[in-house]
Nanobody, 120 residues
Framework: QVQLVESGGGLVHPGGSLRVSCAVSGSIDVVYTMGWVRQAPGKQREVVASITIGGTTNYRDFAKGRFTISRDNAKNTVDLQMNNLKEEDTAVYYC??????????????WGQGTQVTVSS
């Protein structure tokens, strides 16, 4: 069974930095695109960034220049380094992965979410 587990959320002051990580575990043949989405209170979930198996990255405009997504294909992990955080970055951050599990159809899997709070 495929599982995604996030870590690294927390409380940070405006202008600070935080790194969230996600590990994919289970019986897996291939992990394709991985990424992060977030959901702030009262708002819809929005994509933050994604990275393909080949390392091509894609960022939403609010993340460009401040956030960096990276992955380790050997460990099936994806990280999101967030710098110069703003109060509007406060949200629950979820990682996702497009996975081909062993002996099962390819599908998207999601983590449980990690809270990031930016506040003075």
């Amino acid at each position: 069974q495929v599982q995604l587990v996030e870590s690294g959320g927390g409380l940070v002051h405006p202008g600070g930095s935080l790194r969230v990580s996600c590990a994919v575990s289970g019986s897996i043949d291939v992990v394709y695109t991985m990424g992060w989405v977030r959901q702030a209170p009262g708002k819809q979930r929005e994509v933050v960034a994604s990275i393909t198996i080949g390392g091509t990255t894609n960022y939403r405009d609010f993340a460009k220049g401040r956030f960096t997504i990276s992955r380790d294909n050997a460990k099936n992990t994806v990280d999101l380094q967030m710098n110069n955080l703003k109060e509007e970055d406060t949200a629950v951050y979820y990682c996702y992965a497009d996975v081909w599990p062993t002996g099962a159809p390819r599908k998207d899997f999601w983590g449980q979410g990690t809270q990031v709070t930016v506040s003075s």
